[in-house]
Nanobody, 119 residues
Framework: QVQVVESGGGLVHPGGSLRLSCAASVSISSFARMGWYRQPPGKQRELVAEITSSGSTKYTEYPDSVKGRFTISRDNAKNTMYLQMDALKPADTAVYYC??????????WGQGTQVTVSS
């Protein structure tokens, strides 16, 4: 059974940093792409960043507010994807979800990890 599990969320002051992790129960090389989504309170879930199996990243079309502050990466040897978040703002407060896409299967989602940016 394929599972993806997020960790690394928490409470941080504005300007601080967090690194989220998404650990998969299978080789992440089997996923065509993986991504981070977030859902702020009372709002819809939105894509933050995405990375392909080749390691290509793209930020275009995603929230301008995270460009230059968030970095997505993956470590195939550890079957883990990361989201480095720097210069955090209160507007970044949300539940962050890991998503993984494998051909022929519905998208895999984690349970989410809460990120709260507050002074």
């Amino acid at each position: 059974q394929v599972q993806v599990v997020e960790s690394g969320g928490g409470l941080v002051h504005p300007g601080g940093s967090l690194r989220l992790s998404c650990a998969a129960s299978v080789s992440i090389s089997s996923f065509a792409r993986m991504g981070w989504y977030r859902q702020p309170p009372g709002k819809q879930r939105e894509l933050v960043a995405e990375i392909t199996s080749s390691g290509s990243t793209k930020y275009t079309e995603y929230p301008d507010s995270v460009k230059g502050r968030f970095t997505i990466s993956r470590d195939n040897a550890k079957n883990t994807m990361y989201l480095q978040m720097d210069a955090l703002k209160p507007a970044d407060t949300a539940v962050y979800y890991c998503n993984a896409i494998r051909g022929g299967y519905p998208p895999f989602w984690g349970q989410g990890t809460q990120v709260t940016v507050s002074s």
